[in-house]
């Protein structure tokens, strides 16, 4: 008996072992697919870059497929990466499991008041609100990224909304007990407006400022995996 009990658990270690080797080996594939997906190759298969050294990204680039070699500040070391997953196949046994990403686009008018950067009641009333639908998620990478509308200085803009996202990064962390390694923000200023175009005029009006809000938001993106029962 004890010694078919032996066999039973060299058997389960040797399946964890293989497990782990296969994502260690499958890793560089991965990471090859992220870039043929998300990014412009050039004749070396390597992101190409423009002239202030950038990575150019393809129409299907989304934070969630970002490479650490293009962007550091939203993606894990691949040795790191690797590592992780192995570490945490190799501790537990292999269960069903559903991948989930979800989006939520959060008006930065509901989260902040005007100019300001710290969260208002409302705004983690929102945050708790999309979180909860998440329980049972197990996280592997959260993105907050803000944005402003296209009114003031560009510099000041771009510092505005790289607070905003911050602020939501820190409430997750403090508040939802999210490892920080697995949470990043960005802020990208008046970049990439909803509203395209539609709103005419550059004078601070109390028209054109609603025409403009839906530009003035944060955008998070969040990618895990829940087990099946």
Request: proline letters at 4%; hydrophobic letters at 40%.
């Amino acid at each position: 008996m004890e010694l078919l009990i032996m066999k039973v658990r060299l058997t389960k270690n040797f399946l964890y072992t293989v497990i782990a080797l296969s994502i260690l080996l499958s890793g560089a594939a991965v990471a090859q697919v992220k870039k043929s997906e998300a990014y412009l190759l050039d004749g070396r298969a390597v992101p190409a870059r423009n002239i202030t050294n950038l990575c150019w990204h393809t129409s299907s680039w989304t934070p969630a497929k970002a490479i650490y070699e293009c962007e550091p500040d939203l993606a894990l070391r691949p040795e790191k990466a690797a590592k992780s997953a192995a570490v945490a196949a190799a501790a537990a046994p292999a269960s069903a499991a559903k991948n989930v990403l979800e989006r939520a686009i959060l008006s930065a008018d509901t989260l902040f008041d005007f100019d300001k950067s710290v969260l208002k009641p409302e705004g983690i009333h929102a945050l708790d609100n999309f979180f909860n639908k998440l329980a049972g998620v197990r996280f592997d990478l959260t993105i907050a990224i803000g944005y402003t509308d296209r009114l003031g200085a560009k510099e000041y803009n771009k510092s505005l909304s790289t607070r905003r996202a911050e602020a939501v990064k820190n409430y997750l962390v403090r508040n939802k007990g999210m490892d920080p390694s697995t949470v990043s923000s960005e802020g990208k200023g008046a970049s990439s407006p909803v509203t395209r175009g539609a709103c005419k005029g550059d004078r601070k009006t109390e028209e054109l400022i609603g025409c403009l809000q839906p530009d003035r938001r944060v955008e998070i993106e969040v990618t895990g995996t829940r087990e099946l029962r």
